[in-house]
């Protein structure tokens, strides 16, 4: 078994093929498919997005540590356990442990969210900056945080996670390419598109789950 593992990563590390004249190997493809379908399930609030969900952060989490993004690489295994709590929560999270609908974020977690992202990001710069050889400490740091922060608002199906998405991705774009990493920047660009379509799916589930809550207008009847 602990033969096992050596061999797993250095095949995951293998070129596969050279895209826009950056090597490519084929753990990031594995990252590239498994991504692109475990958002495209998101999108479509199917439950199966968390298990395709934890293949993709084991993709990554080889990927990232080879790259030297110390912190995007730890933060896979945070979000398998975040996927873990998700699976649960999206089956059992709802009243009565029934299914978790769609919700907005209230302004109370909208201000605990923002107090951890700043204490986390500037944590984790320093971190990154003192006890590893990371050229972009910062920009490291603020994308893990923000995946963490949006994360978290996947689980309890937060139509708002999809902004915070979207923000990280912005960022993950040219972090990427900085990196060499093409075939990711592109899969984050894709990324991008998707957080789109999920943030219109969910607000749309969250209307029609208002709309089905909602008692029926009261009837007055004519007098005559």
């Given at each position: 078994m602990n033969?096992?593992?050596?061999l797993?990563?250095?095949a995951?590390?293998?070129?596969?093929?050279v895209?826009?004249?950056?090597?490519t190997?084929?753990?990031?493809?594995?990252?590239?498919?498994?991504?692109?379908l475990?958002?495209w399930l998101?999108?479509r609030?199917?439950?199966?997005n968390w298990?395709?969900?934890i293949?993709n952060?084991?993709f990554?989490?080889?990927?990232?540590?080879?790259?030297g993004l110390?912190?995007d690489g730890g933060?896979?295994?945070?979000?398998?356990?975040l996927?873990?709590y998700g699976?649960?929560a999206?089956?059992?999270?709802g009243?009565a442990?029934s299914?978790l609908?769609?919700?907005?974020?209230t302004?109370?977690?909208?201000?605990m969210l923002?107090g951890?992202?700043?204490?986390g990001?500037t944590?984790m710069t320093w971190?990154l900056?003192a006890?590893?050889?990371?050229t972009?400490?910062?920009?490291?740091?603020f994308?893990t945080v923000?995946s963490?922060?949006?994360?978290w608002?996947?689980?309890?199906?937060?139509?708002e996670s999809w902004?915070?998405?979207?923000?990280?991705d912005v960022?993950?774009?040219?972090?990427y390419?900085?990196?060499?990493?093409?075939?990711t920047?592109?899969?984050?660009?894709g990324f991008m598109?998707?957080c789109?379509?999920g943030?219109t799916?969910?607000?749309?589930?969250l209307?029609?789950?208002?709309s089905?809550a909602s008692?029926p207008?009261?009837?007055?009847e004519?007098?005559?």
């Amino acid at each position: 078994m602990n033969s096992l593992f050596p061999l797993i990563i250095d095949a995951a590390n293998t070129s596969a093929f050279v895209l826009f004249g950056a090597p490519t190997t084929w753990g990031e493809v594995a990252g590239f498919a498994s991504g692109a379908l475990c958002v495209w399930l998101v999108a479509r609030m199917s439950i199966w997005n968390w298990p395709i969900g934890i293949a993709n952060n084991l993709f990554f989490l080889l990927l990232f540590f080879s790259a030297g993004l110390y912190a995007d690489g730890g933060l896979q295994i945070v979000f398998i356990m975040l996927a873990l709590y998700g699976w649960w929560a999206w089956l059992r999270g709802g009243t009565a442990r029934s299914e978790l609908p769609a919700s907005r974020t209230t302004g109370r977690q909208w201000a605990m969210l923002a107090g951890a992202g700043i204490v986390g990001t500037t944590a984790m710069t320093w971190f990154l900056s003192a006890h590893t050889d990371s050229t972009v400490p910062l920009a490291d740091a603020f994308t893990t945080v923000l995946s963490l922060l949006a994360t978290w608002g996947q689980t309890r199906k937060k139509v708002e996670s999809w902004w915070l998405w979207i923000l990280a991705d912005v960022i993950y774009v040219p972090l990427y390419l900085h990196k060499n990493l093409t075939l990711t920047a592109l899969l984050y660009l894709g990324f991008m598109a998707l957080c789109i379509v999920g943030l219109t799916r969910w607000r749309r589930e969250l209307r029609t789950s208002a709309s089905a809550a909602s008692p029926p207008p009261a009837v007055v009847e004519a007098v005559a």
